[in-house]
């Protein structure tokens, strides 16, 4: 059973553009919900996360945007480069600290210069 | 270690042998987790081991996967009798008590002929 469905599958932009990735989940009881960076030959490494008590969260050009009623979430990259043409995993966990992540299925970002 | 550290890096192995992954974890890291990564897909959870408490097992595809983590640090993931669908790259993460920002190692990629 997937529990975090994400889409695009893959995603082309333009340097300088907005790159808009979306995921939605099933199970309300996930309460964290993180975003994954992984190139070519390396493991994923945390990018970005969010709690559902707040529907924003901003860290430099990239913001997660939280809609708990539509259980949804998103990843906007402002000014895409480049050096962002990565996979990008959604994911969201239950609980407590150190429990596991049910991830999406990525989306693999070009940024054409 | 200054990061999770995987080893082999690669792994070329026929079908019907057994082989061994090994994960090393951040020092001071409570908790490990082994996940799965097939060609152009999300992570699949396999298990997940916290401190002394007995390690959380319900991803494990089959019988013929089975882990240990030894001393609370290092991790050996065994897959007995391997088959050509178990050709995927594995991933091991950790996080330190009190965290959800789980650290992931840069994979084994295991090929299955």
């Known amino acids: 059973q997937q529990q975090v469905k994400q889409s695009p599958q893959s995603l082309i932009v333009q340097k300088g553009g907005i790159s808009i990735i979306n995921c939605a989940y099933e199970?309300?009881?996930?309460?964290?919900f993180p975003w994954y960076q992984q190139f070519p030959g390396k493991g994923p490494a945390l990018l970005i996360a969010?709690?559902?008590?707040?529907s924003e969260k901003k860290e430099g050009r990239f913001t997660i945007s939280f809609n708990k009623s539509a259980k949804q979430f998103s990843l906007h990259i402002m000014d895409s480069q480049p050096g962002d043409s990565a996979t990008y995993f959604c994911?969201?966990?239950?609980?407590?600290?150190?429990?596991?992540?049910?991830f999406g299925e990525g989306t693999q970002l070009t940024v054409n210069p | 270690g200054a990061g999770v550290s995987q080893s082999p890096s690669n792994k070329v192995t026929e079908k019907g042998k057994d082989v061994e992954l090994r994960c090393d974890p951040i020092?001071?890291?409570?908790?490990l987790y082994w996940y799965r990564q097939s060609l152009g897909q999300g992570l699949e959870f396999l298990i997940y081991?916290?401190?002394?408490?007995?390690?959380?097992k319900s991803g494990l595809p089959s019988d013929r996967f089975s882990a240990e983590r030894t001393g609370g640090s290092v991790s050996t993931l065994t897959i007995q009798r391997t088959q050509q669908e178990d050709s995927a790259v594995y991933l091991c993460?950790?996080?330190?008590?009190?965290?959800?920002?789980?650290?992931f190692g840069q994979g084994t990629r295991l090929t299955v002929v």
């Open positions: 993460a950790s996080t330190l008590r009190g965290s959800k920002e789980a650290f």
């Open positions: 199970n309300t009881a996930f309460d964290y």
């Open positions: 969010i709690r559902p008590d707040v």
């Open positions: 994911a969201a966990s239950i609980g407590t600290s150190g429990s596991r992540l049910t």
């Open positions: 020092s001071g890291h409570t908790a």
């Open positions: 081991f916290q401190g002394n408490s007995a390690p959380d």
